[in-house]
């Protein structure tokens, strides 16, 4: 049971660049989210996911797409980098919707875009 | 829009002294309540929430936090705090009578504990 699994663990991208950042979970997980982790601002929502074929965006979600075609993936698009896309991405998974279920964090995508 | 502060941006405490890390939420309705710890180099994990009853909650490795509703707050403490409680720390809030259910985070309070 690996948890949530997140790759690269590290990517340099140049500005205008796209990239894709994986996510998978083997835990039968229904609920999916990205967040993108910057320093003095926490960790905001990007877009999130209650189900295969179901996505909605979160606080940030410009710049950034999502697509849900298995419930066990949830890759976060970059589109066209930006050097303000900076920040350190993370993928979380939980049961369901129910808020009260645990949150499990992948360890984390350093981006830099130069 | 509901938000979460934590005002505490860096804590600096001696190994045995105690902790208290502030949190308010701004939502007024039905809530539920976490903090994480992010250790250097890891990934967030769950140290305790509050979904209702007692609203003393207590966590892993010693942690608890009370819920004061009138106050809109959920502050972490620990008694005794160890050189290996050094960390972030992240209160999240989600709103039980909204469609969201996405968490909010603070912006998070780093605490140094020097031996």
């Known amino acids: 049971n690996a948890g949530v699994t997140q790759t690269p663990k590290f990517q340099v991208l140049k500005t205008g660049q796209s990239m894709t950042l994986q996510c998978a979970q083997d835990?039968?997980?229904?609920?999916m989210s990205w967040y993108r982790q910057d320093p003095g601002m926490g960790l905001r929502l990007i877009h999130y996911?209650?189900?295969?074929?179901?996505?909605d965006q979160g606080e940030v979600p410009n710049g950034y797409n999502v697509s849900r075609s298995t419930t066990e993936d949830f890759p976060l698009r970059l589109l066209s980098a930006a050097p303000s896309q900076t920040s350190v991405y993370f993928c979380?998974?939980?049961?369901?919707?129910?808020?009260?279920?645990?949150?499990?964090f992948g360890e984390g995508s350093w981006l830099t875009v130069v | 829009a509901q938000s979460v502060s934590q005002h505490n941006h860096h804590v600096i405490l001696s190994e045995a002294a105690s902790l208290e890390l502030g949190c308010n939420y701004s939502?007024?309705?039905?809530?539920?309540l976490f903090w994480y710890v992010q250790y250097p180099g890891q990934h967030l994990q769950l140290l305790l929430k509050?979904?209702?009853?007692?609203?003393l909650v207590k966590g892993i490795k010693g942690f608890e936090a009370e819920f004061i509703k009138s106050k809109f707050s959920f502050n972490l403490r620990k008694p005794s705090v160890q050189w290996s409680d050094t960390a972030e720390y992240f209160c999240?809030?989600?709103?039980?009578?909204?469609?969201?259910?996405?968490?909010?985070f603070g912006s998070g309070t780093r605490l140094q504990v020097q031996p």
């Open positions: 979380a998974s939980r049961l369901d919707s129910f808020s009260g279920n645990t949150i499990y």
């Open positions: 835990m039968n997980h229904e609920y």
């Open positions: 996911s209650v189900g295969a074929g179901i996505t």
């Open positions: 939502y007024g309705g039905t809530v539920n």
């Open positions: 509050y979904f209702s009853g007692d609203p």
């Open positions: 999240a809030v989600n709103p039980m009578d909204t469609g969201r259910r996405a968490l909010t």
